[in-house]
């Protein structure tokens, strides 16, 4: 990493107005500056600053774009290294072209990531930050990314930190009094001791995971399964929270063969809806198989809807549907109210009893809204307006959080029943090294591995 220069289009493929490649390393400029027209001499280009010009092939010096170029000296920098921007028109073939040049010229073609894990080697960010980085380029609400730019800022970082010392602080102690067994009364007193590993470690680390609770749907979304026998308005539904024609919809029941899934923004929430084959027996082998599907995908849903028609009584397949879904997070979707009454919508909920309920006519958009607010409290547990925490931790940080705050718990228990100090301090030890993975401080190359392949080239 230390003498390689990389290249890449740091702009999603296709056609646009502006394309942009980017070069990162020790020969970034030099690589770069012979391919620009009219000359420049080094010297005189002010870093971050835009300049105007074109870009020329060396052999044949035909021009292949009007362009605006940056360089950008390290440190100040995305990944503390020599940076050249080179911002040109969005033309796949045009962009291609450039990149040929620069990696004619000695570069490399970046790997996915490979700019922020740079950025992350170099000391830039730390590991929660460059997993902020792809979480703020795939946010899908406003909400989400709210979250993802406060953990870019450091928020996690700085909490992370926060609770690291005090556990430092201790661990020094403890490995005091093994240095100097004899004075373990002296160095080592257990009421200050468990009173600091409440207040500075464990509350802040409970904190940390209720925030989880409260906050990861916003970023990670809800996988919501709209369920029901066929025909009852399934694939309707699906358009009305669309808001487009992305399902057929007819009066012949089994339109649906296999399952269709789109994301939504439910007041934040990212729900991913996923419609289904009708639930019901058939000696259709097509149908068949949508309706195996449809169980998979019913084991995989966060939330499920579950569609009724109060047009007509409660048949025996819907019975055996509420019995598959009666001890989920579900709500009973009682449609078609337009054409049923009342009295009917009374029998149904009192024949599936224990289910949020709501009544809408996906038809003509009669109580969507309260089918929204009904998912959004299921979902959040919340009525209004989102609040959201200014920390959400990642399901890998759950993990490592909850690995730390066991490992704590077990250090404070050694205080109170004063154990042996090697032993509290290897419970130390591990809560340190949990949360030093959240940070990059102890994190194996595995786990870096997993996390920037989730990058794409160029970022």
């Known amino acids: 990493m230390e003498s390689d220069t990389i290249a890449a289009v740091a702009t999603p493929p296709g056609a646009g107005g502006i394309g942009v490649v980017k070069i990162s390393g020790p020969r970034a400029i030099p690589i770069t500056l012979p ?5 420049r001499e080094l010297s005189r280009l002010r870093s971050h600053h835009l300049y105007y010009g074109s870009i020329i092939h060396p052999e044949t010096e035909k021009i292949l774009d009007e362009v605006l170029f940056a360089i950008m000296r390290a440190p100040h920098t995305y990944t503390r290294e020599d940076v050249v921007e080179i911002q040109a028109h969005g033309s796949r073939c045009g962009l291609g072209a450039i990149l040929e040049l620069v990696l004619k010229r000695g570069a490399r073609l970046a790997e996915p990531g490979e700019f922020t894990t740079r950025a992350f080697l170099n000391g830039r960010i730390d590991l929660s930050q460059a997993e902020a980085v792809i979480e703020v380029v795939n946010a899908q609400t406003t909400e989400g990314l709210e979250l993802a730019a406060r953990q870019l800022k450091g928020y996690l970082f700085e909490a992370i930190q926060a609770i690291r010392r005090p556990i430092e602080t201790v661990l020094v102690e403890v490995g005091a009094a093994i240095d100097f067994p ?9 009421e200050p001791f468990v009173q600091g590993m409440l207040q500075d470690v464990i509350g802040p680390l409970e904190e940390l995971l209720e925030h989880y609770d409260e906050g990861h749907v916003y970023r990670e979304g809800v996988a919501a399964t709209i369920i029901g026998r066929p025909n009852v308005g399934k694939s309707s539904l699906m358009n009305r929270l669309l808001q487009k024609e992305r399902a057929i919809v007819t009066a012949v029941p089994g339109t649906t063969r296999d399952f269709i899934e789109e994301t939504v923004n439910i007041k934040g929430v990212p729900l991913r809806l996923i419609d289904t084959a009708g639930l019901h027996h058939t000696d259709d082998a097509l149908e068949a198989v949508g309706v195996r599907v449809t169980k998979e995908r019913l084991d995989e849903a966060d939330l499920v809807l579950f569609m009724v028609d109060c047009s007509i009584p409660l048949s025996d397949e819907d019975i055996q549907i509420y019995d598959l879904v009666r001890n989920r997070k579900t709500i009973l979707v009682i449609n078609k109210i337009d054409l049923g009454d009342q009295g009917l919508v009374g029998r149904i909920v009192e024949r599936l009893p224990g289910l949020a309920w709501v009544e809408i006519s996906a038809l003509y958009n009669r109580g969507i809204e309260r089918l929204k607010a ?3 409290r299921e979902v959040t547990h919340q009525s209004g307006p989102a609040d959201l925490p200014s920390i959400v931790p990642s399901l890998r940080h759950k993990v490592a ?12 228990e050694g205080f109170k029943t004063r154990r042996h100090a090697e032993l509290v301090a290897v419970d130390l030890r591990e809560a340190l090294d949990a949360l030093g993975e959240i940070i990059g401080v102890t994190t194996t190359e595995e786990i870096l591995d997993q996390i920037f392949s989730r990058f794409c ?3």
């Not at 909850?402 to 404070?412: G, V």
């Open 35 to 39: 391919l620009l027209h009219p000359p």
């Open 182 to 190: 004899e004075d373990v009364e002296d160095i080592i007193h257990p």
């Open 374 to 376: 009904a998912v959004f």
């Open 401 to 412: 959080i909850e690995k730390a705050l066991a490992a704590s718990k077990d250090a404070e």
């Open 457 to 459: 080239i160029g970022k």
